[in-house]
Nanobody, 116 residues
Framework: QLQLVESGGGLVQPGGSLRLSCTAS????????MGWYRQAPGKECELVAA????????NYTDSVKDRFIIARDNAKNTVNLQMNNVKPEDTALYYC?????????WGQGTQVTVSS
């Protein structure tokens, strides 16, 4: 079973930067599509960014394009989300996600709050 543990959330001012990290275990990391979901209060959960198992392809939801960067290190079993120029609307609980053998797995979530 894939296990995912996030870190790096917190309070950040608008326009600032924050980096989320996720460490995976329990599966061959280099075979897993990874990504980040978020859920804001009163809103549906959305896929923010995803990256293929080899790291060659990424995609982003429109609202974070040109601001967020997803990257992975298959040697360290980690996937990161670099969040730049954050906005109040980025405030949400962020979940690390992985898809392995057709099953979806999520971490416990890390809170990101953008506020001055």
């Amino acid at each position: 079973q894939l296990q995912l543990v996030e870190s790096g959330g917190g309070l950040v001012q608008p326009g600032g930067s924050l980096r989320l990290s996720c460490t995976a275990s329990g599966f061959t990391f280099s075979s897993i599509t990874m990504g980040w979901y978020r859920q804001a209060p009163g809103k549906e959960c959305e896929l923010v960014a995803a990256i293929t198992s080899d790291g060659d392809s990424t995609n982003y939801t429109d609202s974070v394009k040109d601001r967020f960067i997803i990257a992975r290190d298959n040697a360290k079993n980690t996937v990161n989300l670099q969040m730049n120029n954050v906005k109040p609307e980025d405030t949400a609980l962020y979940y690390c996600w992985g898809r392995a053998t057709g099953y979806d797995y999520w971490g416990q979530g890390t809170q990101v709050t953008v506020s001055s």
